[in-house]
């Protein structure tokens, strides 16, 4: 399976801290892209990082990417408590995607 | 610009019924795709649809079927529904081969 797995399955950390979660996956992809999803709804786009990059900002969103070790990070600065969510990575194989399993991300205010 | 419209936002069915779910794709957009996310879980690819073609099919049953009409729009069938097809049906437009996905905010469908 192409699968990613995310780490740590859930996170809780105070207002203002940075969070970290981390994404393996078993294949070599072209890119890498992180969702967010709040309370069951739809999925919402993050990130692209591209197979040839190592590190990606956006906003208060730093992506990074090892392609050696297969595996990417997403690093929320400053966190927010909208930023109370669920966090997938996806590579995309063919026409599919595929999802790890997420880490549920709760920031307490 | 409407994003991906989906319907209904939430199903309940009883155990053996049929379930239809509708998507229409954001604007612009000729490539949909559908997925299942069971509680806790990442999403599933199903199938995706090109050109009211299935182009591509993930590991389901046949019991789960699909359509795009001639305006992009798809609908998801699901046949003989278990207990186990409760979950969240995500669509998913885009142009194709491209990267930039769309998800629609889902149909919550409970089978009981």
């Known amino acids: 399976s192409q699968q990613g797995e995310e780490d740590p399955q859930a996170l809780s950390i105070q207002e203002g801290e940075n969070a970290t979660m981390n994404c393996s996956y078993k294949t070599s992809i072209n890119n890498l892209q992180w969702y967010r999803q709040n309370s069951g709804r739809g999925l919402v786009h993050l990130i692209l990082?591209?197979?040839?990059?190592r590190e990606k900002h956006s906003g208060r969103l730093r992506v990074t990417l090892d392609t050696s070790k297969k595996s990417s990070s997403l690093l929320i600065t400053a966190s927010r408590a909208a930023d109370t969510a669920s966090y997938f990575c996806a590579t995309l194989g063919g026409n599919q995607f595929y999802f790890g399993t997420g880490t549920s991300l709760t920031v307490i205010p | 610009d409407a994003g991906v419209t989906q319907s209904p936002t939430h199903l309940i069915k009883t155990r053996g019924q049929q379930v239809t779910l509708r998507c229409s794709p954001k604007s612009g957009h000729d490539t949909v795709s559908w997925y299942q996310q069971a509680l806790g879980q990442g999403p599933q690819f199903i199938f995706q649809y090109y050109e009211e073609e299935e182009r591509q099919r993930g590991n389901f049953p046949d019991r789960f079927s699909g359509h795009q009409f001639p305006n992009y729009s798809s609908e998801l069938n699901v046949n003989a529904l278990l207990l186990g097809d409760s979950a969240l049906y995500l669509c998913?437009?885009?142009?194709?081969?491209?990267?930039?996905?769309?998800f629609g905010s889902g149909t919550r469908l409970t089978v009981v």
């Open positions: 990082i591209r197979s040839n990059e």
């Open positions: 998913a437009s885009s142009l194709p081969a491209n990267y930039g996905y769309t």
